[in-house]
Nanobody, 123 residues
Framework: QVQLEESGGGLVQAGDSLRLSCAAS????????MAWFRQAPGKEREEVAS????????WYADSVKGRFTISRDNSKTTVYLQMNSLKPEDTAVYYC????????????????RGQGTQVTVSS
């Protein structure tokens, strides 16, 4: 079992920045690949960034590439999503997730996820 809790969302203006945090517990965090995905009303779930267990390999959706950065701090069992140059189309509930598989680079599924944090970007 993995417990995840996101924080850091809010209401910002276009062009602003936010940093989301996701605190993990219950498993050996340092062995797990992590990801962030988002869900906007009426839209499909979109994975926006992922980070390998080692922290070496990252992946980003084209829609956020160059603006978002995923990182991790194993000493704090926390994964972050730094979001810069936010756009109204980034408005969504953001979730962090893992599949619980150890020593992988990408998630196979989003077996474990948090409750989400709302990000709203006004124009």
């Amino acid at each position: 079992q993995v417990q995840l809790e996101e924080s850091g969302g809010g209401l910002v203006q276009a062009g602003d920045s936010l940093r989301l945090s996701c605190a993990a517990s219950g498993r050996t965090f340092s062995r797990l690949a992590m990801a962030w995905f988002r869900q906007a009303p009426g839209k499909e779930r979109e994975e926006v960034a992922s980070l390998s267990w080692s922290g070496v390999n990252t992946w980003y959706a084209d829609s956020v590439k160059g603006r978002f950065t995923i990182s991790r701090d194993n000493s704090k069992t926390t994964v972050y999503l730094q979001m810069n140059s936010l756009k109204p189309e980034d408005t969504a509930v953001y979730y962090c997730a893992t599949d619980g598989r150890e020593f992988t680079d990408r998630l196979f599924d989003f077996t474990y996820r948090g409750q989400g944090t709302q990000v709203t970007v006004s124009s």
